[in-house]
């Protein structure tokens, strides 16, 4: 089961089971999506992952710890007001989960990704067709962040935080040689949230093709494109 909760404005909450196993919640910025989803298929959570500790991706643990009180919280030293369980990067064992944390700081100082069963849970960090704001600075942490993401199998699953996909297709479309694997995603997107359908996920294969922020080779070259995103 893989499920992405719309939230707020453009976020994403996702849920993630495994067959006959309970439900690992990923950065719930909300807690009534994830209540009403889980009761109405008679689900029960595992445990919460967060990803950083921007309000948007946090701001449900609190309701969600008070309606599962045994609700464990995993997450990077960022969030130790909210987690029961911090994180480092390496392997963690969560029930029947066996999940790979990957540092990937720049968006925020210790972001982390989370890797399990072919799926990548990677905040704000790596979006389909572009990746997250360095409201760091340290744009040389978030461009290693991205060669670690970019490492994983053409098969990864990529599911992203937000619905940003329209925007950083059309950006891209300034940014990449090759323009018609970006302008056939476009289409396809724009048919999908016209109904109302969600882009996410989308595979690292995939995103290869039409993200610019994973073709580029060199920092330098990566500060002055993040940079002509910032004011696109």
């Known amino acids: 089961m893989l499920i992405p909760l719309p939230a707020l404005n453009d976020n994403y909450i996702w849920l993630y089971a495994k067959q006959n196993d309970r439900v690992l919640i990923i950065d719930p910025s909300e807690s009534q999506p994830v209540i009403d989803y889980l009761n109405r298929n008679h689900l029960l959570p595992q445990a919460i992952l967060l990803t950083h500790g921007h309000a948007d991706h946090i701001g449900g643990v609190a309701a969600l710890k008070q309606h599962y009180p045994n609700l464990a919280v995993y997450g990077s030293p960022e969030v130790a007001e909210l987690a029961t369980v911090l994180v480092e990067p390496g392997k963690v064992q969560i029930g029947n989960y066996t999940i790979e944390v990957i540092a990937t700081p720049g968006h925020t100082a210790q972001h982390i990704s989370f890797v399990l069963d072919d799926h990548l849970f990677c ?59 970006v302008t056939q995603q476009l289409q396809r997107v724009e048919q999908l949230r016209a109904a109302n359908q969600p882009s996410l996920p989308t595979t690292l294969g995939l995103e290869r093709q039409i993200n610019p922020f994973l073709q580029v080779d060199t920092l330098d070259v990566f500060i002055r494109l993040r940079q002509a995103k910032d004011r696109f």
Do not use: W
């Open 123 to 181: 905040g704000d960090t790596l979006f389909s067709g572009g990746c997250g704001r360095v409201f760091t600075g340290d744009y040389a942490a978030m461009f290693a962040a991205l060669q670690r993401l970019k490492a994983l199998p053409d098969s990864t699953i990529v599911c992203a935080a937000h619905e940003y996909t329209l925007s950083n297709l059309r950006f891209a479309l300034t940014a990449v040689a090759d323009q018609s694997a």
